[in-house]
Nanobody, 115 residues
């Protein structure tokens, strides 16, 4: 089993920044990819950013230029630096780890951006 623990969420004013962290523990193997997803009330969960084992990154169009995903393989931790936050970024943010053909989810961390 793999456990993912997210941290770094909170309340911030529009234009502010937050840095989310997701630390993995347990049965850690080489990843295929790690990603951050978000789900706002009444909406489907959507992919925000992803980084593969090769280091390539993908972002949803609405966060390009504002968010940066990075990974520390030594600490088994993935980060999401979020700058220039907007009220529409308000959601529960989840990290996901894909390894050995399985996907593992964290419990989520709330991000609230006030206008």
């Amino acid at each position: 089993q793999v456990q993912l623990v997210e941290s770094g969420g909170g309340l911030v004013q529009a234009g502010g920044s937050l840095r989310l962290s997701c630390a993995a523990s347990g049965s850690i193997y080489k990843i295929n990819a790690m990603g951050w997803y978000r789900q706002a009330p009444g909406s489907k969960r959507e992919l925000v950013a992803m980084v593969t084992s090769f280091g390539s990154t993908t972002y949803v169009a609405s966060v390009k230029g504002r968010f940066t995903i990075s990974m520390d393989n030594v600490k088994n931790t993935v980060y999401l630096q979020m700058n220039s936050l907007k009220p529409e970024d308000t959601a529960v943010y989840y990290c996901k780890r894909d390894q050995m053909g399985f996907g593992y989810w964290g419990q989520g961390t709330q991000v609230t951006v006030s206008s």
